[in-house]
């Protein structure tokens, strides 16, 4: 609806009846330009190449896409209508989504994006030797604590005996610097760069702790609003036509790939090179990217375990309604052999 119509509605005070008229004209145009809008995070993630090499472009679509800095503000957007599909952390996604049906998962995109890293030159090799340290970590909320509890099972040393403090991911770098902490619980390129310059050696990723889904942590993926969805059933299947598009970049001219992560997180090509390289963040075969239950499930009660998460609804069924294959499932059985 252009501005002159609108306010033309207005003056001629119009009853809100016929202004929601006016506006689902407007929604029906909207629709009809096959508008996708999609949320990003800023780290080395597979949407900024499907953003920047314009791939949902070339499929007749028209992505709006926004970069927030983490999950929480995405799934309100989400919840309000107003960003239909996202880049989201599962841990994150699987809490929300118990709350509100119309959120569904539909694509696993990576695993492996977190760990503790230390100073290179400090004498902590295991767990007993976190005894007395101070480790900056993002709170108890997150499944990165959960990760330090498995970590330290068995070992002999609780969380109470290790000084952790809480921080945001960039505060930690900064704290790291200036060496007011021994180490960081945080997720790449944060924990990447500082051993990449040799500042840090890493003691544990994810992968050591818990493998969900081919020999991988379980952290980021793709959730869309189920409305959307069910009306819009060719947007989605062109957003992971578009990520397995961009996977197979990722292996055929990694360098290009590269390029786009370095631009989208701020960080060198080089850089950008040795967290993919080193296993920092693990990208999964387009083959093995279709959400698995089961693999949630097993998350969920990890988390729950270390009273992350809770639910009391029954964990296996709530994922079965929640992990939606299907997607992805047909994506495959299309593609050209």
Same mark, same amino acid.
């Given at each position: ?225 189920? +409305?959307?969805? *069910? @009306?819009?059933? /060719?947007? %989605?299947? &062109? #957003? ?6 961009? $996977? +197979?970049?990722? *292996? @055929?001219?990694? /360098?290009? %790939?590269? &390029? #786009? ?6 960080? $060198? ?19 093995? $990217? ?48």
């Amino acid at each position: 609806m252009s501005k002159l119509v609108r306010r033309g509605l207005l003056k001629a005070g119009l009853s809100s009846l016929v202004l929601t008229g006016a506006l689902g004209i407007q929604s029906k145009a909207f629709a009809a330009e096959k508008v996708i809008r999609i949320a990003l995070q800023p780290a080395p993630l597979l949407g900024y190449y499907v953003r920047d090499m314009k791939l949902l472009e070339k499929r007749g679509f028209k992505p709006e896409w926004i970069v927030m800095p983490f999950s929480p503000p995405i799934l309100e957007g989400m919840a309000a209508g107003s960003i239909d599909m996202a880049l989201l952390g599962v841990a994150p996604m699987i809490s929300a989504a118990m709350r509100n049906p119309d959120l569904w998962y539909i694509y696993d995109e990576l695993a492996n994006a977190a760990g503790l890293v230390v100073r290179a030159d400090s004498n902590i090799r295991s767990a007993a030797d976190l005894k007395g340290k101070k480790i900056a970590f993002p709170g108890k909320a997150s499944q990165l604590y959960a990760m330090l509890a498995m970590y330290l099972s068995g070992s002999g040393i609780k969380d109470s005996d290790i000084d952790l403090v809480r921080a945001n991911a960039t505060d930690m770098n900064t704290l790291f610097q200036r060496k007011e902490v021994d180490g960081i619980l945080v997720w790449p390129p944060f924990t990447s760069e500082l051993v990449r310059t040799g500042a840090a050696r890493s003691l544990f990723t994810a992968n050591d702790m818990l493998k969900l889904k081919g020999g991988q942590w379980l952290n980021s993926g793709w959730g869309v609003r189920a +409305q959307y969805a *069910r @009306q819009n059933e /060719d947007a %989605v299947l &062109a #957003v992971i036509e578009s990520l397995h598009e961009a $996977t +197979q970049a990722l *292996r @055929q001219r990694p /360098d290009e %790939v590269y &390029a #786009v992560f370095a631009k989208a997180t701020g960080y $060198t090509s080089e850089a950008v090179k040795f967290l993919v390289g080193q296993g920092f963040n693990a990208y999964y075969d387009p083959k093995d $990217t279709a959400p698995s239950a089961a693999a949630l499930t097993t998350l969920f009660q990890t988390l729950e375990k270390y009273e992350i998460m809770k639910s009391d609804r029954p964990i296996g069924p709530a994922m079965q309604s929640i992990a939606h294959p299907e997607f992805v499932e047909k994506v495959l059985k299309n593609a050209p052999k």
